[in-house]
């Protein structure tokens, strides 16, 4: 069964290769959706993709990649999925 997250993940999160790290981990699980850092500093992840790897991805979105600090993760179950074929980094909001 398909779900759609939207995460927003705040600390050390930008300037740190964490967007590339979101992007390999969900293409590694086969999700779509994007990745995108937002003004505020904070970076935003949504992610559609079977629920078992929705839940691992969120697993190691939560720990980072070794140079990002995971201070707080929000996580928001969406009703809708996500009609993109792939999973992209997006430009900064």
């Given at each position: 069964?398909?779900?759609?997250?939207?995460?927003?993940?705040?600390?050390?999160?930008?300037?740190?290769?964490?967007?590339?790290?979101?992007?390999?981990?969900?293409?590694?699980?086969?999700?779509?959706?994007?990745?995108?850092?937002?003004?505020?500093?904070?970076?935003?992840?949504?992610?559609?993709?079977?629920?078992?790897f929705i839940n691992r991805?969120?697993?190691?979105?939560?720990?980072?990649?070794?140079?990002?600090?995971?201070?707080?993760?929000?996580?928001?179950?969406?009703?809708?999925?996500?009609?993109?074929?792939?999973?992209?980094?997006?430009?900064?909001?």
């Open positions: 069964m398909l779900k759609t997250i939207r995460m927003v993940a705040s600390g050390r999160v930008q300037g740190v290769g964490f967007r590339a790290f979101v992007k390999d981990a969900a293409d590694d699980f086969g999700l779509t959706g994007y990745v995108q850092n937002l003004f505020n500093g904070e970076v935003r992840v949504v992610a559609t993709g079977e629920e078992a991805f969120i697993d190691i979105i939560r720990r980072g990649n070794g140079h990002s600090r995971i201070e707080a993760l929000e996580i928001d179950y969406l009703d809708r999925t996500e009609s993109s074929t792939n999973f992209s980094i997006k430009r900064t909001e």
